[in-house]
């Protein structure tokens, strides 16, 4: 139990005063800012998440701000998904990539505008690459981080609790969808996506001032569906497969070895796309169910079958619904098929585990 | 007191097992990786660090590893700083700027080889950058983070710990120069650099192997010195007038506005020249003495003179060997003159405050 010590650095969030009241128990670092880890501790935030409804502060999924006349020409030169069918109000999970195929970051792109991308960032400062591209280039677009902090509302309950404070209009977003509406008078974007499986939406608050007084009016709505603070859930997210930039797949790996795929299907020359053609896939993201007791899993966990090394687990904890410990690998093509027996080394000792067919939920 | 949650995402250091039997204290992340923030309290560190010798896990500075045919023209791009008188042994602060002359990263650069530069990085994935112009504009160069991890030794009994691990040959090490000396064998990149302003070196630690043994080998050869494990002290930082980005500059902020002008001199048409000079220089860092019992510095805090808000205080920490609080602050032409009074707004009221003329150590 090591606390943090925070800084300007480590940059608190517009939703940090409620946060702190809620009683966090745990940060973690996400984008240089504070993203909560536990209220309740990871296994009570896990059931109300998946009964009620939780309010997150995820604001450290940064936005870079790609806009102007030349941003549909930068997207397109990043992007390995093809975006020419965008709509107007939709939201894309794109995987990108350097000149190697090599994954640098897994964001939703948000078209804000004809000429304005919204890029909602994994933990990387991916920023960093777009400007380097566009200043190479001389591009005609301005890149830069807004203030725009993402509050996510997740769980079965979010479209009664969202329609309390922006109208009904919520329940007719699509997946991957978004709405500009109302909060105090400010039209937000509000999309139907987040970080879990249980359903939900990611208001897009693009002024500071705004935080508190929508965390506490989303509070306020609530009380009889038990809203509560929440935020990412380890369990959830391994028992759903839900990728995590860092842990589960980085530099090292591509889209394909990563199960994105089919978000590879730009006909543009991007960059990247040669390099992604060429390399074979030798290795792909399987879930697994590990045997016994688990440490965290604050490491790389090497996987081996007959004593030769066949590949790595990320992400792993018990599941009380599923009764195992789910886990994220990712696991070499000799050993990758289901029912599949290996050993995990964790820093506690071997484990025997079994590669899935498929995630849980 | 707030626990971090530790993942494979926030790294783990090779020098981490160290660090935690020595009872690390609190932590913050720094890179996407876990660095020391406390071991006996800032206090405790900071009169030991002024007497003594500190062994720091400062892995967290990571390399971007520049090679290839056009390593040098790629970093003549990048850096606002002349490199062409750059020695062969030598170790380069370098301010990294966009087109627009915003700062993107402050880091120190190595020049390994002909064809090779080790950029060590302070806490933004300038790698993205660096890449990004790579891969637009097709080099020749690998852009990669190796497996490369900093201990410092610091501290005015640096010089007598380290000839006794890697000979006397330590002694003749000029500032911000290096020399490749062997441990066990293995030979190492030793820089007298680091981040305090109590002398001491830099090893470039390049293969995790090493990273405990190493470790071992300076505690057990400095228990008469007092050797202890440290970090960087943000008391003896502020003191000192070390910056941090992030925290005391962003891109906000151009190298000029951060008093780093000296090392803008490239003859070079580098990315940046032209929207740095632009830029007309508005505010500037200073030293700050601020009165009074202060809240933790987790946040901007905003500068006010006559109400109206002149800059902002972004580190600060009662000294006691000076006897006041230190700060470092970005404040506006009208008021940056040594002996000006301000006010400095924290997260508990108000506090007096006097610009200095230079920081006090």
Redesign the interface.
């Known amino acids: 139990?090591?606390?943090?010590?925070?800084?300007?650095?480590?940059?608190?969030t517009p939703f940090t005063p409620g946060v702190e009241a809620a009683g966090?128990?745990?940060?973690?670092?996400y984008n240089?800012m504070l993203l909560p880890?536990?209220f309740g501790g990871f296994v009570e935030d896990y059931h109300h998440l998946k009964r009620h409804v939780q309010v997150w502060d995820v604001a450290c999924e940064r936005q870079v701000s790609v806009k102007g006349p030349d941003a549909l020409r930068l997207m397109t030169?990043i992007s390995p998904r093809d975006l020419t069918k965008m709509a107007d109000d939709q939201c894309y999970y794109i995987p990108v990539v350097?000149?190697n195929g090599g994954l640098?970051n897994d964001p939703v792109a948000v078209k804000v505008a004809a000429n304005h991308y919204w890029i909602s960032i994994a933990?990387?400062?991916?920023?960093?690459?777009?400007?380097?591209?566009?200043?190479?280039?001389?591009l005609d677009v301005v890149v830069e981080?807004p203030d725009v902090s993402p509050l996510a509302v997740q769980g079965p309950k979010s479209d009664d609790l969202m329609a309390r404070v922006f109208g009904d209009a919520v329940r007719e977003i699509r997946f991957f969808r978004y709405k500009r509406l109302a909060f105090e008078g400010r039209e937000m974007i509000v999309a139907r996506s987040g970080y879990s499986k249980q359903g939900g939406f990611e208001i897009y608050v693009d002024d500071g001032d705004y935080g508190m007084p929508l965390w506490e009016a989303l509070f306020a709505a609530g009380e009889d569906l038990h809203v509560r603070a929440g935020c990412p859930n380890l369990i959830e997210r391994v028992e759903g497969g839900l990728l995590?930039?860092?842990?589960d797949m980085t530099r090292a790996n591509t889209p394909f070895e990563a199960g994105l795929g089919k978000y590879v299907n730009s006909p543009a020359d991007y960059?990247?796309k040669a390099g992604l053609t060429a390399r074979p896939v030798e290795r792909m993201i399987r879930p697994l169910a590990i045997e016994g007791d688990l440490p965290?899993?604050?490491?790389?966990w090497p996987v081996y079958a007959g004593g030769a090394r066949v590949g790595q687990v990320?992400?792993a904890k018990y599941s009380p619904d599923f009764g195992t410990n789910v886990a994220i690998g990712m696991i070499d093509q000799s050993h990758w098929d289901a029912g599949t027996k290996v050993e995990v080394e964790t820093q506690d000792g071997m484990r025997d585990a079994v590669v899935q067919a498929k995630f849980w939920i």
Do not use: F, K, P
Not at 24 to 29: A, H, Q, W
């Open positions: 139990m090591t606390v943090i010590t925070s800084s300007r650095r480590v940059r608190r966090v128990t745990s940060y973690t670092v240089h880890a536990q030169l350097d000149r640098l933990d990387s400062d991916y920023l960093q690459y777009v400007l380097g591209v566009a200043d190479a280039l001389g981080e995590s930039y860092g842990n960059i990247g965290r899993c604050d490491r790389l990320t992400s």
